[in-house]
């Protein structure tokens, strides 16, 4: 008997250790977070601290030995991240992954990252390159590890991570600051080119698939805001990122001296669009701006470049760029709008969702073509863009880190907000939304914003004004308010003008109750916001605009097929059970996971398929959603903070994060509703991971 216990244990041990083995490669491997570790180039030591509760803590005895440890957080926590966007910016992507990517690398060299990175870099002053050079060691140094490279990306994909140079980070910086311009079918002279000419078009659309491969965008519905209530300021920032489910930021403090900052970085840079200090908290709208103009100038010198696959095959590529900007002979349109526009349906699925702007903007210019004579072609085009220069904005991102006073931005506009622990306010750049709140301040990008700022005056005028401490004030429920102005305002005029229900057709009967009961918010559960934006979708497809808030008694028959139009719609999209027409199911928020989704994948492991998840929420309201009605690329990920002056230390945020690696990670994170988490700057030290210099 004893002899059959000690086989069965020792199959049982087996059996564990197996599982220990394959659960350590399957789901991914962890770099050192504790002990001692030698980083060339350190001045002194500098210690990094992973607690319990998730903050990383960065302890150096100088700024130039604080981004080099940084280095190392980056590229243990988010080795994929940061060198997946490093190819992407590099234009390297078909090295990886083959030929399919050679557009898009092609687009990315055209607009220059990599090339006018390096320049950018050796134009730099010796400090900021010494802090450049200190970051790229410490990255290398997790990114060279075998437990990194042994992470379930590389080893899926069968690569490898390359050394990181000190000007790459130079490169995704620029990168992140076209992400942050504008498309270009928002341009008012993009329609009149589509006409004519199809160069931009071309552009256009490789641009618009390049952004959507990375998922990456939306940066515009950032904003930021204080309100002083007694005693107490609320200081509070969102700042959205696109439809990524890589996380765009990594919270990390830094300290040097007494000095302890948290700050909102980004993987592969040492940009900090957010932070709080002891005395500050700022935000900086990632957004940088693009225009589209006609010239008569010559073409510039055409610039050169060799572009080699994954599979050995090489494209020589030329581009008319120069700094004045990227230069479209006019020439004769290829195609119609009309076949461009069937080109553009006929994309796979994630190529069309990538493209919804451009298929949305030459919809809307046939629509103006109709009855109208051919557009005279000007000689030529030219993109402008700041970001056509060398340049960097590492000393702006050092300045909010050091307290300095901030310079102007190079490659982003640098719109944002500083609040001060002591209540006071600072404007940064010329955001386009200012708008005054009770003792505050209400700054964003999208005009739409100007809903949720009236929204936030009518929350914050409600709470009693003696009131003095942070118990009484609850900003979570602020930033989660999902009721939209807009809405409350259009909404019964418009059901108004729809008649009486019992003249109604029995089709839209219900959909009449639904609106009637509904209380303006873009709740996940709510069946009155999903008929009212597909509602709205169907009026502006009819007649071209929506409709205003001021009564109009011809617009009856109208409201009321658009209204059995949209019903129909919401019908055959999601079935005949109202159960099915819930905001989150009409409008889900989804995320994806760059390259697992690319849709030449066929079977993505399914720990990186796209993440269905919804909050609510609207641009015309506190609690950011994306829209049905609204243009604009869809921005489900959001960067939220806030903190109260009456317990300055700690800092609330709500970042929806997945996790992929570990034993049904993805699984068992999904099952909870998402929840915001409290970031401390004063965490002590346990058991971190000391960086010493080599002797």
């Known amino acids: 008997m004893s002899r059959l216990l000690l086989i069965f244990g020792l199959v049982l041990l087996g059996i564990i250790g197996l599982s220990a083995v394959l659960g350590h490669f399957a789901y991914?491997?962890?770099p050192a977070r504790s002990g001692r570790m030698t980083l060339d180039g350190l001045n002194q030591p500098a210690t990094i601290q992973w607690s319990d509760d998730g903050t990383i803590t960065v302890e150096a005895a100088n700024e130039t030995d604080l981004f080099a440890a940084l280095g190392y957080v980056h590229g243990a926590d988010k080795a994929w991240t940061m060198t997946l966007w490093r190819q992407a910016a590099l234009g390297h992507l078909s090295k990886w992954f083959g030929s399919d990517y050679v557009g898009h690398d092609r687009h990315a060299r055209m607009l220059g990252f990599g090339s006018l990175a390096r320049a950018s870099y050796e134009a730099l002053p010796i400090e900021e390159k010494a802090v450049l050079d200190a970051y790229a060691r410490g990255a290398n140094l997790a990114l060279s590890s075998w437990s990194v490279r042994q992470r379930d990306e590389f080893v899926l994909l069968d690569l490898e991570p390359a050394p990181w140079l000190p000007w790459h980070a130079l490169a995704v910086e620029r990168m992140m600051a076209w992400f942050g311009t504008p498309t270009l079918e928002a341009d008012s002279s993009f329609s009149s080119f589509a006409r004519a000419d199809s160069a931009l078009v071309r552009f256009a659309r490789s641009d618009s698939l390049f952004r959507g491969m990375l998922h990456l965008g939306g940066a515009n519905e950032s904003r930021a805001w204080t309100a002083r209530l007694g005693e107490t300021t609320i200081a509070a920032q969102q700042l959205a990122y696109g439809n990524s489910a890589l996380p765009l930021f990594r919270e990390v403090v830094l300290r040097v001296g007494n000095t302890h900052v948290l700050v909102a970085t980004v993987p592969g840079t040492i940009m900090l669009p957010a932070g709080q200090s002891d005395n500050r908290m700022w935000s900086v709208f990632l957004t940088s701006d693009v225009a589209l103009a006609p010239t008569d100038s010559l073409p510039p010198p055409p610039l050169f470049d060799r572009l080699v696959d994954r599979d050995g095959n090489e494209t020589l590529l030329t581009f008319p760029r120069s700094v004045a900007g990227l230069y479209f002979k006019a020439e004769p349109a290829a195609a119609s709008p009309t076949a461009i526009l069937a080109a553009v349906d006929s994309l796979g699925e994630a190529a069309v969702v990538a493209?919804?702007?451009?298929?949305?903007?030459?919809?809307?210019?046939?629509?103006?073509?109709?009855?109208?004579?051919?557009?005279?072609?000007p000689p030529a085009w030219l993109v402008t863009w700041r970001g056509f220069a060398a340049g960097s904005d590492i000393r702006s991102w050092r300045a909010l880190l050091n307290e300095a006073e901030t310079p102007s931005f190079t490659l982003f506009l640098g719109d944002g907000l500083i609040s001060s622990s002591n209540g006071s306010t600072a404007i940064?750049?010329?955001?386009?939304?200012?708008?005054?709140?009770?003792?505050g301040t209400f700054v964003a990008v999208d005009p739409l914003a100007r809903f949720?700022?009236?929204?936030?005056?009518t929350l914050l005028s409600s709470v009693d004004s003696s009131a003095t401490r942070s118990d009484t004030i609850d900003p979570a429920i602020l930033m989660m308010d999902s009721y939209s102005p807009w809405a409350a305002t259009i909404t019964p005029r418009l059901i108004e003008q729809l008649g009486n229900r019992d003249s109604l057709d029995a089709s839209i009967k219900d959909a009449y109750a639904f609106l009637h009961g509904w209380d303006y918010k873009f709740d996940r559960g709510s069946l009155g916001a999903s008929l009212f934006e597909r509602w709205m979708t169907e009026y502006r497809k009819k007649v071209g605009q929506l409709p205003g808030s001021s009564p109009d008694s011809g617009r009856t028959v109208i409201l009321q097929e658009t209204l059995r139009d949209a019903v129909d719609r919401i019908t055959a999209e999601h079935g005949d059970q109202t159960s099915a027409w819930r905001w989150e199911l009409v409008q889900p928020g989804v995320r994806y996971f760059p390259i697992w989704n690319d849709p030449s994948r066929r079977t993505p492991p399914s720990r990186f398929a796209p993440l269905t998840s919804s909050l609510g929420g609207h641009p015309t309201s506190l609690l950011y959603g994306p829209s049905m009605v609204f243009d604009g690329p869809p921005a489900p990920s959001v960067w939220t903070a806030w903190s109260l002056t009456s317990n300055w230390s700690r800092t609330h945020i709500y970042h929806p994060i997945t996790q992929t690696t570990g034993f049904l990670a993805r699984e068992l994170a999904l099952e909870e509703p998402p929840r915001s988490y409290v970031v401390r700057r004063d965490v002590t030290f346990s058991s971190p991971l000391h960086l010493r210099p080599s002797d």
């Open 28 to 30: 991914g491997n962890m």
């Open 355 to 377: 493209s919804v702007q451009l298929a949305d903007s030459l919809r809307r210019m046939l629509r103006e073509r109709e009855g109208t004579a051919s557009v005279k072609r």
């Open 428 to 439: 940064l750049g010329s955001p386009p939304v200012r708008e005054e709140l009770p003792n």
């Open 452 to 457: 949720a700022a009236s929204r936030l005056r």
